[in-house]
Nanobody, 124 residues
Framework: QVQLAESGGGLVQPGGSLRLSCAAS????????TGWYRQAPGKQRELVAR????????MYADSVKGRFTISRDNAKKTVYLQMNSLKPEDTAVYYC?????????????????WGQGTQVTVSS
């Protein structure tokens, strides 16, 4: 089963930067789309950034455009989220999502996996 592990969260001052990483592991698989989502206390989980088509296409929430950059290293099976000019309203738990095909011994099956989340706190 494909597993996703996030890292890189922490406490940062407003205007600072953080880079989140999400490493995929477990079996034979091919990732098509990856994304970062976040959930602040009392709010619904929202899309932050997403790549599709093996990384050929990217999209961002309006609130992070120009500040956040999503990228992926296919060889390392890792997706990154570079976050610059952080604001207090970026404070949330950030989750990694990946979708693709996983080989199950006799056939390829679609998977949709989530990481456990990493806390990002922007505060002075």
């Amino acid at each position: 089963q494909v597993q996703l592990a996030e890292s890189g969260g922490g406490l940062v001052q407003p205007g600072g930067s953080l880079r989140l990483s999400c490493a995929a592991s477990g079996g034979i698989f091919s990732i098509d789309a990856t994304g970062w989502y976040r959930q602040a206390p009392g709010k619904q989980r929202e899309l932050v950034a997403r790549t599709m088509g093996g990384g050929a296409t990217t999209m961002y929430a309006d609130s992070v455009k120009g500040r956040f950059t999503i990228s992926r290293d296919n060889a390392k099976k890792t997706v990154y989220l570079q976050m610059n000019s952080l604001k207090p309203e970026d404070t949330a738990v950030y989750y990694c999502n990946a979708q693709g095909l996983e080989y199950k011994g006799t056939e390829w099956k679609w998977f949709d996996g989530w990481g456990q989340g990493t806390q990002v706190t922007v505060s002075s």
